[in-house]
């Protein structure tokens, strides 16, 4: 069992960064691929990135790709996601999953445990 909590957002202007992290409990942590996703109001959940349980793989959604950088460190069983160039188009609750000795898929039916979420808000 994972439990996974979020914490990091907030209210930013356009351009700035965040940095989301997403703790885990349970002792197997570095055995799972971790992915973040996000979902704004009205919209599917979309992938933005994912590390693989390795952390040697990584992933991005194409509307994320070269802004934001997704890591692990597995001695304090939490994985980031560095979010660089923020524009309101990145306004979106982003959750973090996990994937046991997953690859990093896109897929969200890859990733059987989630967390809450943390509300993200770029203003223009």
């Known amino acids: 069992q994972v439990q996974l909590v979020e914490s990091g957002g907030g209210l930013v202007q356009a351009g700035a960064s965040l940095r989301l992290a997403c703790a885990a409990s349970?002792?197997?942590?570095?055995?799972?691929?971790m992915g973040w996703f996000r979902q704004a109001p009205g919209k599917e959940r979309e992938f933005v990135g994912a590390?693989?349980?390795?952390?040697?793989?990584?992933n991005y959604g194409d509307s994320v790709k070269g802004r934001f950088t997704i890591s692990r460190d597995n001695a304090k069983k939490t994985v980031y996601l560095q979010m660089n160039s923020l524009n309101p188009e990145d306004t979106a609750v982003y959750y973090c999953?996990?994937?046991?000795?997953?690859?990093?898929?896109?897929?969200?039916?890859?990733?059987?445990?989630w967390g809450q979420g943390t509300q993200v808000t770029v203003s223009s």
């Open positions: 590390v693989s349980w390795t952390g040697g793989h990584t």
């Open positions: 999953a996990a994937d046991r000795y997953g690859q990093g898929s896109g897929s969200r039916d890859e990733y059987y445990y």
């Open positions: 349970g002792a197997t942590f570095s055995t799972y691929a």
